[in-house]
């Protein structure tokens, strides 16, 4: 018994481990075209984490996850188009009229205020909306509904604040960071490289989170947030806490997104790519940390593939899929993986009582 | 030994204007097995409620050992005054272990930061171990506590009472839907925790009060009718007629 636990800890060690380390040598062997892709996805799949915490770990489901995405990305962007402009007016504000630079913009000159800012002011926001809500024993469908108003209020903002965020149109045409060109390979696969690192962090400092004891209070909040009460728990600072990481998080993959993708706009941030998000976890397995990795990658391969022949059914087919998932595979595809897995350990036991049998 | 572990004093819960707790004075003594009974609507679960935290007490005072005034403490503060409850159905976390359910519940620190870094020191792996003995769940203790037999599962929820080593334990109805061996085996471990603590009981089966009661109080309409051994208890004529009488009546009509 022991003995197969271990065994089944240490094969998967070694399963994610090659997974990271083909990650890593994907520059070998993808054009520049598909590794930007695939950067692209794994920034999502680092977000995507954060929301399992959230959602399959803590049982808090967030339809608002768009909105730390964006800030992250959004902070990034600020920098980059500041890098640009080589500290004038960036020229959407030029259009509009302004003269000199909003207060807001001025702290992110500094590459390394963007970077933590892209990072502190999601979790700030969710924070403050978590602490609100959580205290007073606000959850379930009631949470779910605040989160997507978060949504609405931000991207209303975003796209009215033409003359601060370039509107409807978001933030695009950057040129370097830190000095070096956003367009060439080089850069280009750095990002990559440490969009990879940053990825493996992420994944193994959460599963540390989820392995231990805090793991099991995480998942005794999502079954029975009550009886912890009752256990001595205030589930309310555990959520808080956890929401907060997760939108962290979210932050930190929207910084990753938008230095490789080049564009960070309102209809990136807003309620269809929030709901996509969720998504991406469900298929992918929740609960599981792997599974939403998986999910993220799969579905924004499978988006990127409709999108270059059938950029119109896409939509529709996302909405099939969800209800597919929700209706056949509860567990995502980490599910057929536990269920294959199952059969395959029933199989071990039964030939070896039958060893057994042959041997006595 | 006589100095109260509990203490309610003229306790009233006023469910928008009916009065599910009315005026209640209730005393819980040290190492004693206390029983509640009373007809349905009496107020005894809502007796449980309000010394827990679930339901806050509109009037009155709840003082802990004489001292601690816990009625407007929220249920976590609670716990860690020395209160802990078992529900009358079982809320056991499925679809963690046997003993992943009695290492979330064990007296520990609570709080988030202490729980990140939070690791099994012996003496806790010691004390989850002999619990595992105590409630005879040693041998399934790495199953998912969803998959245990229905007596298993009221025995966790108890051991994950007794993990948090209170001075007071609160059951409602512990042998609801138990055979009679698992009956006896519950009594028998009530008998056993109550050495250290009291242990204050709802229960309707008069056989299994008669057989482990040190104390019986009978509640009626949010007040206590009468208190005292079973004995007096069946030979009260008050009790008689509100009770028992109506009880053994409608054993007569069905
Ligand atoms: N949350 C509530 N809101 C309104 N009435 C309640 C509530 N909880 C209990 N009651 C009422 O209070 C009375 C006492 O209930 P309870 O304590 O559950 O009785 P019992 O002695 O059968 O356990 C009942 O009449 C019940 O309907
Ligand atoms: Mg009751």
């Known amino acids: 018994m022991q003995n197969t636990i271990y065994q089944k800890i240490w094969s998967q060690r070694v399963i994610l481990n090659l997974i990271f380390l083909l990650l890593l040598a994907a520059p070998l062997f993808l054009s520049d075209f598909r590794l930007n892709l695939l950067g692209k996805f794994l920034a999502f799949a680092i977000l995507a984490i954060g929301l399992d915490l959230l959602w399959g770990y803590t049982g808090v489901l967030s339809l608002g996850h768009g909105i730390f995405f964006g800030l992250g990305a959004y902070c990034m962007a600020m920098y980059l188009k500041l890098e640009a402009t080589g500290g004038g007016l960036p020229d959407f504000m030029a259009w509009s009229g302004m003269s000199e630079l909003p207060l807001i913009w001025i702290p992110f000159q500094y590459p390394i205020v963007a970077i933590i800012l892209g990072i502190l002011l999601p979790a700030i926001i969710a924070f403050m909306l978590g602490y609100l809500t959580f205290r007073n024993r606000i959850s379930g469908v009631y949470f779910t509904i605040l989160s997507q108003a978060l949504v609405l209020v931000v991207v209303t903002l975003f796209v009215g604040s033409q003359n601060l965020t370039g509107g409807s149109s978001g933030l695009t045409n950057f040129n370097t960071f830190f000095g070096f060109s956003v367009n060439s390979a080089t850069t280009q696969t750095a990002f990559y490289i440490i969009t990879v690192i940053v990825l493996g962090l992420v994944f193994f400092l959460s599963r540390k989170l989820v392995k231990g004891r805090f793991g099991k209070i995480l998942v005794g909040i999502r079954d029975g947030e009550n009886r912890m009460r009752f256990l001595g728990y205030s589930p309310s600072a555990y959520k808080t806490f956890i929401y907060t990481l997760s939108a962290a998080i979210a932050g930190l993959a929207g910084m990753l997104f938008v230095l490789q993708v080049g564009i960070i706009s309102p209809t990136m941030i807003g309620i269809i790519p929030s709901i996509e998000m969720v998504l991406w976890v469900a298929l992918g397995g929740r609960g599981t940390l792997i599974g939403p990795v998986i999910g993220a990658v799969l579905v924004n391969a499978a988006k990127t593939g409709f999108s270059e022949s059938y950029p119109d059914i896409w939509t529709y087919f996302l909405g099939l899929l969800f209800v597919l998932v929700v209706v056949f595979l509860p567990k995502g595809i980490t599910g057929l993986f536990e269920k294959w897995n199952d059969r395959r350990k029933k199989q071990d036991v039964s030939s070896s009582v039958e060893v057994e049998k042959s041997y006595s | ?254």
């Open chain 2, 1 to 254: 030994m006589s100095q109260a572990v509990l203490k309610l004093k003229k306790v009233i819960v006023d469910f928008s204007g009916f009065k599910a707790i009315n005026q209640l004075d209730f005393t819980v003594k040290p190492n004693s097995v206390h029983f509640v009974i009373g007809p349905n609507g009496a107020g005894k679960t809502t007796l449980l409620d309000v010394v827990c935290g679930k339901t806050k007490a509109t009037n009155g005072e709840i003082k802990l050992q004489g001292t601690t005034e816990i009625s407007k403490l929220s249920e976590d503060q609670i716990v860690h005054q020395g209160i802990s409850r078992k529900f009358q159905a079982p809320s056991i976390f499925q679809n963690l272990s046997v003993i992943d359910n009695l290492e979330i519940a064990m007296k520990q620190k609570k709080k988030l930061f202490s729980m990140i870094t939070a690791k099994w020191t012996n003496e806790q792996k010691k004390k989850v171990s002999e619990m595992l003995e105590l409630v005879g769940l040693k041998e399934v203790q790495d199953q998912s506590a969803g998959s245990l037999a229905h007596g298993q599962k009221q025995w966790l929820e108890i051991a994950m009472v007794l993990m948090q080593e209170p001075d007071i334990v609160l059951l409602d109805e512990p042998i609801a839907g138990m055979s009679k061996k698992e009956r006896n085996k519950t009594g028998e471990l009530i008998t056993k925790i109550a050495k250290d603590r009291a242990v204050l009981i709802v229960e309707h089966d008069m056989d299994f009060v008669k057989e482990y009661a040190d104390i019986v109080s009978v509640m009626h309409e949010g007040q206590l009718l009468f208190e005292g051994s079973m004995e007096e208890v069946q030979n009260d004529p008050t009790v008689r007629e509100v009770y028992l009488g109506r009880k053994v009546e409608e054993h007569v009509v069905s």
